[in-house]
């Protein structure tokens, strides 16, 4: 499976001290290489990306900076920048319900994501793929090789194992892991998207029924809020098998709030929207976002979450934002950016 390793690297400048030998002539300095644009990062500057929709749902793509009022905390926030073509990488993590209830559904999912991946990646982004069941598996680590993504939608296979279902199919009350959603939402925020910069996101395909994550969705949705990651939630259901294990419940509550705590929209497949036709509208969102930034107001290094809200002066605008940011702890430290 492939691995991708990130290396810090740590210099110690030590000092030496040649008391009898007079110092060297220093050469000429030579030409600096233009390395092109360079990201850099403000610890203080609070960074967010969001959309407008129309009263109809149509993307508003001609607002202006003063079009808004920003709030941290029910503050005002001065807006230090604003753009809506960003350049910044995106990064995407793709996951994809392989439990016992999508079985029927796999190969849909595999050839719609392919297509998807292809069109949406350009030459600086790249994205990654993990299937969960029982256990979270990563099927291919940060890339944007079509070859190396189609090789890892290839591993998408059902990972039912022992899932806790009784024989009729139901979950059995206290039983073992079966779907482990909320923990592999976890995972791929904190393990993969945390040290990324730029634009990031996580598309998950499932029913929206956990069962057996060791943690709880309050943990997945902070953890996203830590990476600034968009949760995008595809509610991908096989209603023979829902209706049967779930009693018929959805579990579009839970996915829900994940998408709208992080900024992000649920969708779900149906006979008048295909997954094809979902990934499409996603695409087309994320090539719609604006970005904004500001040094919030209050500049406590405390740990706390900061509540933000982005509002168009225009009433019948409605904007997509993440609910809200963890402001640094006072012992953090500035972590080198791999791109």
């Known amino acids: 499976m492939p691995t991708k390793l990130h290396w810090l690297a740590a210099v110690a400048l030590l ?3 040649y008391a009898q030998a007079p110092p060297k002539p220093q050469p000429p300095k030579p030409a600096e290489e233009d390395l092109g644009p360079v990201i850099k990062v403000d610890v203080d500057l609070v960074n967010v990306f969001f959309s407008v929709r129309d009263k109809k749902g149509g993307y508003i793509s001609n607002l202006a900076k003063d079009d808004l009022e920003v709030l941290e905390d029910g503050k005002p926030q001065e807006v230090k ?6 350049d910044l990488p995106l990064t995407i993590g ?3 319900d392989v439990s016992g209830s999508q079985g029927a559904l796999i190969e849909e999912e595999r050839s719609a994501s392919y297509k998807f991946l ?18 979270s598996e990563l099927l291919q680590d940060f890339t944007n090789s079509p070859g190396l993504l189609r090789q890892g939608l290839a591993g998408l296979r059902l990972n039912a194992g022992v899932s806790g279902m009784s024989p009729t199919g139901s979950p059995l009350p206290g039983s073992g892991r079966g779907t482990v959603l909320y923990e592999a939402v976890w995972l791929a925020a904190k393990d993969k998207l945390r040290s990324e910069v730029g634009r990031k996101a996580l598309i998950v395909i499932t029913d929206g029924n956990d069962v057996g994550s060791r943690v709880k969705i309050e943990k997945a949705i902070e953890e996203a809020h830590r990476s600034d990651a968009i949760i995008y939630s595809v509610m991908f259901e096989d209603p023979r098998y829902t209706s049967m294990a779930f009693g018929g419940s959805s579990g579009e509550g839970p996915m829900r709030r ?29 090539r719609s976002q604006y970005a904004l930034g500001y040094v919030a107001t209050n500049q406590s290094k ?7 809200e982005i509002r168009s002066k225009n009433k ?8 809200g940011y963890y402001a640094p702890d006072e012992g953090d430290l500035k972590k080198p950016s791999k791109r």
């Open 15 to 17: 000092p030496c001290l």
């Open 258 to 286: 994940m998408a709208e705590e992080t900024g992000g929209r649920v969708f779900r497949v149906s006979r008048k929207e295909r997954l094809e036709d979902i990934y499409n509208m996603i695409q087309q969102e994320m």
């Open 302 to 308: 405390d740990g706390t979450f900061r509540k933000v």
């Open 81 to 86: 920048f604003f753009t809506r073509e960003t």
């Open 94 to 96: 793709l996951l994809v």
């Open 316 to 323: 019948d605008q409605k904007v997509q934002v993440r609910k």
């Open 118 to 135: 292809a069109q949406v990646l350009r030459k600086k982004d790249e994205a990654f793929i993990i299937s969960f069941g029982v256990d």
